[in-house]
Structure formats: C-alpha cells, structure tokens
C-alpha cells in the first residue's frame, strides 16, 4: 500500500463527502426550516383574519341588541301614546306627556347608537375584506413557494443519489483500516475527517502543528492526527504535486 496513494483517494472522497455533508444539510434542515417560515407567516394571517371576522361577528350582534333595545322603546312609545287620551285628569295627562317625551328622548338616542353601531360594522367589513385579499396573495405566495422548495429537495436528493453512489465506489477503492477510521471521523465531525495542513495549521481546527508533527506527515509511514480535533492530516502540495 502507497499511503501518498490512499490520501490522494481519501482528499478526494472527503471532497465529495463536503458535498454530500452540506446537501444533507439543505435537505435536512435549511429547506424544511424555510417551508415552516413560510407556513408560519400564512397561518399568522390567517389568525388575523379570524381576529377581524370575530370582531365582525361580535359587532353585528351588538347592532341587533341595539336593534331590539329600540323596538322595545318604540312600543312604549306607542302604548304610552295610545294611553294618552284615555286619561282623565289633567294632572295624569301631563305626566304621560314627560313619559312620552322622555321616551322620544331615548328611541332618539338608540337610533344614533343603532348608525353608529352601523358605521363601525362598515369599518369592520371593509378591513376584513382588505385582510382577505391580504391572505389570499400570502397564500398563493406560499403555495408558489412550497411548490419550489419542494422541488429544490427533490433535486437535492437526486445530486445526494449521485454524489452518494460515486462516493460508495470511492471508499471501496480505499485500504479497509484507513477507510474504518475516516468513516468513523466522518460520522463523529461534522462531515470532515480530512484535513488539509494549511501555512503549518490544522485547516480544520487552526491547531499550529510542530515541525515534528509536519515531518511525520512527510513520511507517509502512518496516518498522523491533529492532536486537538483528531481529524486525519495532510499536505496538499505533497499529495497533488
Ligand atoms: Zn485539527
């Protein structure tokens, strides 16, 4: 076995491995989390919406009760008007009289309550007509939205199929003990387990390594290990001269 060799295999199988690492990532995470912003925004207006058809609701029952409140002083005004002339004593007519002028006063009052009542019903249809229209748009903005990530995944998964399958035949090619050990880093570091010496440092870690350590890379006897993120080691411009 060449180890120069292997590392050569193993630079580019991690190469592929950081694509696959961060289409994982997308597929797994960035996209979902993108399709929930977009569902929670919707459903955020779409509780709105309900807020204003409540307020609506409540607005239309108050105008009926006031409705009611009217009629209701509206037959008392016709009884009391009725009773006017059945009355025998001056004094007795009188009193009907204030009754009946007190009640006009009131019906009078109601009916202003029953247009305003009528007034904040308009206000209230128009702003529920408006955030309609509002979470209409939103809607078809999310569907058109869901529709394209959905399909950004499903492109995603067929590159990972690729990417997975040329990475598979890859691995096969490489010594099994030194595949064991990048598989294993692999799953236990965030998708690198090789790592470049960059001007004397880990890339990975930014460990500043020892000329002994960069000497023992240059004999390509073993595999050697940064010492703080235990990832494999090696010089690119010694790999790929
Ligand atoms: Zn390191």
């Given at each position: 076995m060449?180890?120069?060799?292997?590392?050569?295999?193993?630079?580019?199988?991690?190469?592929?491995?950081?694509?696959?690492?961060?289409?994982?990532?997308?597929?797994?995470?960035?996209?979902?989390e993108s399709?929930?912003k977009?569902?929670?925004?919707?459903?955020?207006?779409?509780?709105t919406l309900?807020?204003f058809e409540?307020d609506l609701?409540?607005?239309?029952?108050?105008?009926?009760?006031?409705?009611i409140?009217?009629?209701?002083?509206?037959d008392?005004?016709?009884?009391?008007?009725g009773?006017?002339y059945?009355?025998?004593?001056?004094?007795?007519y009188?009193?009907k009289?204030?009754?009946?002028?007190s009640?006009?006063?009131?019906i009078?009052?109601?009916?202003?309550?029953?247009?305003?009542?009528?007034?904040?019903?308009?206000?209230?249809?128009?702003?529920?007509?408006?955030?309609?229209?509002?979470?209409?748009?939103?809607?078809?903005k999310?569907?058109l939205?869901e529709?394209?990530v959905?399909?950004?995944?499903?492109?995603i998964?067929?590159?990972?199929?690729?990417?997975?399958?040329?990475?598979?035949q890859?691995s096969?090619?490489?010594d099994?003990?030194?595949?064991?050990k990048y598989?294993?880093?692999?799953?236990?570091?965030?998708?690198?387990?090789l790592a470049?010496?960059?001007?004397?440092?880990c890339?990975?870690?930014?460990?500043?390594l020892?000329?002994?350590?960069?000497?023992?890379?240059?004999?390509?006897d073993n595999?050697?290990?940064?010492?703080?993120?235990?990832?494999?080691?090696?010089l690119?411009?010694?790999?790929?001269q």
């Amino acid at each position: 076995m060449n180890l120069k060799d292997e590392i050569r295999k193993l630079a580019e199988l991690q190469e592929l491995d950081s694509q696959i690492y961060e289409l994982n990532r997308e597929h797994d995470v960035t996209k979902p989390e993108s399709l929930q912003k977009i569902k929670t925004d919707f459903q955020e207006k779409q509780s709105t919406l309900a807020k204003f058809e409540t307020d609506l609701k409540n607005l239309q029952l108050k105008k009926k009760e006031r409705e009611i409140e009217l009629a209701t002083k509206e037959d008392s005004l016709r009884k009391a008007q009725g009773q006017l002339y059945q009355l025998k004593t001056n004094k007795e007519y009188q009193a009907k009289l204030t009754e009946i002028g007190s009640l006009k006063a009131d019906i009078s009052v109601a009916e202003e309550e029953v247009l305003k009542t009528l007034e904040e019903i308009d206000v209230a249809k128009t702003k529920l007509d408006q955030e309609k229209a509002v979470v209409l748009e939103i809607e078809n903005k999310y569907k058109l939205q869901e529709g394209k990530v959905n399909q950004e995944i499903k492109d995603i998964e067929v590159k990972l199929s690729s990417l997975n399958s040329k990475r598979d035949q890859l691995s096969r090619e490489i010594d099994k003990t030194i595949a064991v050990k990048y598989e294993k880093l692999i799953l236990s570091r965030n998708g690198l387990a090789l790592a470049a010496v960059k001007n004397n440092n880990c890339s990975a870690c930014h460990l500043a390594l020892t000329h002994q350590k960069i000497n023992e890379i240059k004999m390509y006897d073993n595999m050697v290990f940064c010492e703080n993120c235990v990832r494999m080691l090696y010089l690119p411009e010694d790999i790929f001269q």
